[in-house]
């Protein structure tokens, strides 16, 4: 299976805190509305997938367990050709995301998945 989800090593650190304030996380690929397209960052289980939803990949950030990265098969299908890593910028980010209150807020960078990754 192709690989279509990575996180940066910023980004890893603080999926990393986080995780140690709520436990165990995933992300969700967010649609739109709102906060515009960002990855949502939620204690695992508290945002409810379902048959509208795909898991992309797990990201590996040096913690027990992987982190899950789902999204929507109606946004998937738009997205199906694009490599997604999570990275983390200052900013205020999404509310309803946990990283919100830390002052920085994380985001996707895409890639089609024929090219190669930027170094």
């Known amino acids: 299976m192709t ?15 986080l995780t140690e304030i709520h ?17 949502m960052c939620y204690p695992e289980g508290e945002f409810r997938t379902g048959d509208s939803d795909i898991r992309l990949g797990d990201l590996d950030v040096g913690l027990d367990r992987p982190v899950p990265v789902w999204m929507s098969k109606s946004q998937y299908e738009v997205w199906s050709h694009t490599h997604l ?17 830390e002052g920085v807020r994380f985001l996707i960078r895409s890639r089609l998945m024929n090219d190669r990754p930027t170094p």
């Not at 436990?23 to 960002?38: E, L």
């Not at 890593?85 to 209150?101: C, H």
């Open 3 to 17: 690989e279509r989800v990575a996180v940066t090593g910023e980004a890893a650190e603080l999926i990393r805190r």
């Open 23 to 39: 436990g165990p996380v995933m992300f969700h690929q967010s649609g739109g509305c709102c906060d515009g397209s960002s990855p």
């Open 85 to 101: 890593t999570i990275d983390v910028v200052k900013g205020r980010g999404a509310g309803f995301s946990l990283e919100a209150p």
